[in-house]
Structure formats: C-alpha cells, structure tokens
C-alpha cells in the first residue's frame, strides 16, 4: 500500500437552508446550527486562538461501539489535550443517512472549525466535494483518498490485525470452524476479511471459513440473523467487521449463552475493545478478543499536526503494526498464553515485513 498520495479535486456547495436542516446528533447539535451563518467572528469570539476540531459521523452513529466511537473519543482526547470546550473547541455532528454527509461537513466548516474529520470510506465523495468548494479549509477524511491538497487521508493496514484475529480463532476454535461477518462490501472491509482468512489459514490450512457480507453498517437485525445461520452451522467463533450490525452478533451469541452455559461461542469484535459489549452475567462474557484500530490515535496525531502547521494536506497516512495503528485487545485470561505466544511470533514477522498480509482474499 502507497504511503502517501497527491491528492484529487472533487467539488460540491451545500446551500445555506439545507445546511440549517442538516441532521445533528441531538438538540444541542440543533441548537449549535443557528449560528452557522455567524461565520468566524463567533466562534473566534468563544474559542480564542484555539485550534478547534470537529467530525461528522457515518450512518452508523456516535454510539457505535465501535470506528464512530473511536473517532470520538479521539476528538475528546484532543480537545481534553488542549483544554477545548465541547461546541465550541469540538464537536461532532452524526449523519442518519448519506445525503446528510454533505451538508453536516459544511455544518462544520461554518462554524469555523480549523480541522474537520469525514469518518468513513462512504464519506469519500462528500469530502472531496467539499474539499474543492472550500479550498481554505483543512479535511481529513479516515478509511479512504481523494486527491485534493487540503486533505489528509488516513489509511490503516486492517489486515495485518485482522491476521492475528484469525490466528486467534483457527487456534482455539473446537469445531475447526470459524465465521466472518462484514458490513458493506468495500475495500477497506475487504482487507480486514483477507486478513483474517489469511492468519487463520497460516495456522491450520484445513479451517473453514464462513463470510457472510450484511451490506450494512447500522442495522443490528441483520447481523443477528447472519450470526444465527453462523453459528447454527458449526461455527464456534465469529469475526465481524461490521460497525453498529455487529451489535447484533454479540446478541446472538450472549443469547445462546445465557440459555446454555455449556454452549461454545465467541465474538472477536472490531476497532475499539468490545469487552463490554459481550458481558453475559457477571461471570460470563463471550468477547475472546478485539481487534483494535487505533482511530482515536490517528485522529489525535493528525490534529496535532495541523496545529503545529504540519498539516499532511494532500497525502496518505497509513497506520499498521509497526505504527502501532492495528493490534489485538486484552483477552482477559480467554486466550492462552501458548496462543498469545503465537499471535506475538506473527506480529514480529509482519511489524519486520517478513510476512506481507494480502489486501484482499486469494
């Protein structure tokens, strides 16, 4: 993968009345939108010399649990970092649908924010629009490029932690079968399923894998369903890649936990560490291990950068194991140390390029 890209001219204006109905997150999200036609003046007036940021989410939601969330909390830690107050030193507003991309990033660039995060590869198209009617304003968009000098891309090697979440299930899987559940059928989805495929292969050429696509990030139903059909067929442990369907994954499984104790199932989840989110009882949790994305990092390193005047406008940051961009959460005593042992040889290997994780499924 490129590390770094000249960046592409993509162009859209969204007009004052759609950008006063831009869905926020909330009242207050409402409430901050009557002022976009105050221009800087305002928002100097409250945030000083401030260098302020702000993201607009993906259709999965601020609460996702997951690469929303991470994007959040990084934004928080920025602004903590700096002594920023939220609204006015940073802020977020959440996108219900894809027609509101356009109009929330601008929401933001009206309020005068110095930095503003496009979260997401289906953010791709409104970032460049915007990019090219706004050619002051500093972008950055996570999980895809454009070409256009005043956007930062930030990219990660998904693949390379996905390969170690696969050495993860081909290791302790009973069954010798293991399941994939992604969200919409995109690269960067794409190559956290090679890797996958890849490291549990590596392990044991004889696991089967099942992949199953929901074509959804926001939709918990059909990542139930598809964890259903999973685990209903054999499989002992699921790998998603999904946003907020995911949360439906960890459904399934916590129900058939809950009604059979002795029942063999467990989640790996995504980006952040969703421990939390496999909690059965107070003693039980179906969560083997996370693997984690270091978004709210990314999102915290290229805000700084923009506010010591190094902003990377216009090339790719790419973020792997040897950035520590990608990796594997805490098991919390699920896995064994022989297998943590493994999943450390293969980091060292791929963290050196010793082993090249494919993008995509062979």
């Not at 050495?167 to 919409?184: D, L």
């Not at 995109?186 to 399923?193: K, M, S």
């Not at 292969?201 to 369903?225: C, H, L, M, Q, R």
Request: with cysteine.
């Amino acid at each position: 993968m490129k590390k770094r890209k000249l960046g592409l001219l993509i162009s859209s204006v969204v007009a004052t009345g759609a950008i006063l109905a831009a869905c926020g997150s909330g009242e207050d999200k409402e409430k901050d939108t009557s002022n976009n036609n105050s221009g800087s003046d305002a928002n100097t007036e409250e945030a000083g010399d401030a260098f302020t940021v702000a993201m607009v989410t993906d259709v999965g939601g601020v609460d996702d649990k997951s690469f929303n969330q991470s994007a959040w909390e990084g934004i928080k830690d920025f602004g903590a970092e700096n002594k920023l107050t939220e609204k006015e030193g940073y802020d977020y507003l959440q996108s219900n649908t894809d027609a509101d991309y356009n109009t929330n990033l601008n929401n933001l660039l009206r309020r005068d924010f110095d930095l503003v995060f496009g979260v997401g590869f289906m953010m791709g198209d409104a970032i460049g629009e915007v990019a090219a009617e706004n050619p002051k304003a500093k972008l950055a968009l996570i999980d895809a490029e454009v070409e256009a000098e005043n956007v930062a891309n930030i990219m990660f090697k998904e693949q390379e932690g996905a390969f170690l979440a696969g050495v993860v299930a081909a290791s302790m899987s009973e069954t010798g079968k293991v399941g994939f559940v992604g969200g919409v059928n995109i690269p960067v989805i794409n190559r956290f399923e090679a890797g996958f495929v890849e490291g549990a292969k590596a392990v044991n050429p004889d696991i089967v894998i099942e992949s199953k696509y929901t074509e959804a990030f926001d939709d918990a139903s059909k990542g139930k369903i598809t964890a259903n059909a999973m685990y209903s067929s054999g499989v002992d442990i699921i790998f998603h890649a999904a946003g907020a369907t995911g949360n439906g994954v960890f459904s399934e499984a916590k129900e058939r936990k809950a009604k059979d104790p002795n029942a063999n199932v467990w989640v790996i989840g995504v980006d952040a560490d969703q421990y939390e989110e496999g909690k059965v009882d107070d003693k039980t949790n179906i969560t083997l291990t996370s693997m984690l994305k270091g978004v709210n990092k990314a999102v915290v390193d290229i805000s700084n950068k923009a506010k010591e005047g190094k902003f990377p406008g216009g090339t790719t940051t790419v973020y792997g194991l040897a950035e520590d961009g990608v990796g594997l959460a805490d098991s919390r005593g699920a896995i064994p140390q022989d297998v943590l042992d493994k999943v450390e040889e293969y980091k060292q290997k791929i963290a050196s390029g010793e082993i090249t994780v494919s993008e995509s499924v062979k």
